[in-house]
């Protein structure tokens, strides 16, 4: 109704104006005589309702009125990185094989110069002879003829990118980490099997396995199953976006066989990172002092202690002082015990090793590592199992396998002969503060409830009134 009050006012209006027109001209008619008397009347009437309509129809036009299209979501992990790109033409893809970082850019109008600019500006955090096939990118562009980059995006991890920004006269890159949660989980299983089975039955990650494997090692073969064995267990997994990056620790554990229980609480010492491991609720280690084997996997065991050895490279029958432990090469050494790192370094025959001390008695020592860990050097602690090379066949070697060696009171022995006789107490400063952590885990792992333990919810009966 108000729209065509609105024309109407407009056409009658354009009426007025021409017959004011013809008051001027002295045009008008009989008619036009007696209309000339009541004419401002008129006017005025009609100049009211012509304001009020346009007021209405502006007012209706603010009501309808539709904001623009929000922008499309654009790809998430670059919009994280904090560029928009819904602006932009962009492409993800993965290297192909045979395809390299060159071969994008030209694709895209820079040459090997930028490319070159580019690996100066990235040298101290980015490895570019380390792309392989397979490697995500991802490329926007302004939508030329050329197809000019403006954004270049390389993943280099699940959470590290390497992000690339072209100007008109210049190249800059950073590398941006996403954020990682940590969330803990709980779990509490009556084995009908055994924990291995049962762990991947409830599609639990095979590194969580392991590490209870691990961990109960020297204490219990989890491996292995009674009927009636039960299992808690408390852990922190690493979290990016809501897709997991592996397990972060076993916080605390409880294997119950019979009317045993077997703790195992993770602790570490807050002013030494070497005191660390999984203790029962008695500050007791579960591990022995030493690991049975220096090898991430256990290895294969190729030669023993042995007084008369025929040695494989000088060909000589003579004393062999270490054991060795063959495994592909690049495969993690571990310190077998916690100690402090004496020698780290190359010789002939050792080729390159590493040498720990672990308390006043005893020391041992890793040979023919391909190359030594980051950050392993004189001084340094470390904690047992801690990676500290990795195998190679340096030195006096005939394939990749590590030298073992174990000297007790300064002289060299059979570690099959010893490491059994040592304990692993924990130190007597550090256990009060490990008893509160057990005490907080093991009140967590006393309430989680086994399935059986569970019980349902049921709804409640409401009675009903019966109306007569």
Not at 58 to 84: D, M, S
Not at 399 to 424: I, L, M
Request: net charge positive.
């Amino acid at each position: 109704m108000t729209n065509a009050f609105f024309a109407f006012a407009t056409v009658f209006h354009k009426i007025c104006i021409s017959n004011v027109l013809s008051l001027f001209l002295g045009t008008f008619s009989k008619k036009g005589t007696a209309l000339r008397r009541i004419y401002p009347i008129i006017v005025i009437v009609l100049v009211a309702l012509y304001f009020i309509a346009c007021e209405n129809a502006i007012q209706k036009k603010a009501i309808t009125y539709v904001p623009p299209k929000q922008n499309t979501p654009c790809e998430e992990w670059v919009f994280l990185c904090g560029h928009r790109i819904d602006t932009l033409i962009y492409e993800k893809s993965t290297l192909a094989v045979g395809e390299k970082i060159k071969d994008i850019f030209k694709r895209h109008n820079y040459g090997d110069s930028a490319l070159s600019v580019l690996k100066k500006k990235t040298k101290d955090y980015f490895d570019f002879t380390a792309v392989k096939p397979g490697d995500q990118y991802f490329v926007a562009h302004i939508g030329d003829a050329a197809q000019t980059m403006q954004l270049f995006v390389l993943k280099k991890s699940p959470t590290a990118y390497l992000v690339c920004e072209f100007g008109k006269d210049s190249i800059s890159a950073i590398l941006y980490n996403k954020p990682i949660s940590i969330k803990e989980r709980q779990l509490a299983v009556e084995l009908n099997a055994p924990l291995p089975k049962m762990l991947k039955q409830q599609k639990i990650q095979d590194q969580l396995t392991q590490m209870i494997i691990e961990a109960y090692t020297d204490k219990l073969d989890v491996r292995s199953f009674k009927k009636g064995d039960k299992f808690k267990i408390i852990y922190t997994e690493k979290m990016v976006e809501g897709e997991s990056l592996g397990i972060d620790e076993i916080k605390g554990m409880l294997y119950t066989r019979g009317d045993k229980e077997y703790y195992a609480v993770h602790y570490m010492a807050p002013d030494d990172t070497s005191n660390y491991g999984y203790y029962d609720e008695g500050g007791n280690s579960l591990n022995k002092f030493f690991l049975k084997s220096p090898i991430k996997g256990g290895g294969r065991l190729a030669s023993k202690y042995n007084m008369n050895r025929f040695h494989p490279v000088l060909k000589v029958f003579k004393a062999h002082l270490g054991t060795d432990f063959a495994a592909p090469t690049g495969t993690p050494i571990l310190s077998t015990a916690k100690g402090v790192i004496v020698e780290a370094g190359y010789k002939i025959n050792n080729g390159n090793y590493v040498k720990v001390q672990h308390n006043k008695t005893y020391t041992t020592q890793y040979l023919h590592m391909s190359k030594i860990g980051k950050n392993i050097k004189p001084g340094t602690r470390v904690r047992q199992g801690q990676v500290i090379g990795y195998v190679g066949s340096t030195g006096l070697a005939t394939g990749p396998h590590v030298c073992y060696r174990f000297w007790k009171n300064g002289k060299q022995v059979d570690p099959f002969k010893e490491k059994t006789a040592v304990s692993n107490p924990m130190e007597s400063e550090y256990l009060k503060d490990y008893l509160q952590v057990f005490s907080d885990i093991s009140y967590k792992l006393t309430n989680l409830k086994y399935p059986s333990e569970i019980v349902p919810e049921t709804t409640p009966l409401i009675a009903q009134n019966n109306t007569h």
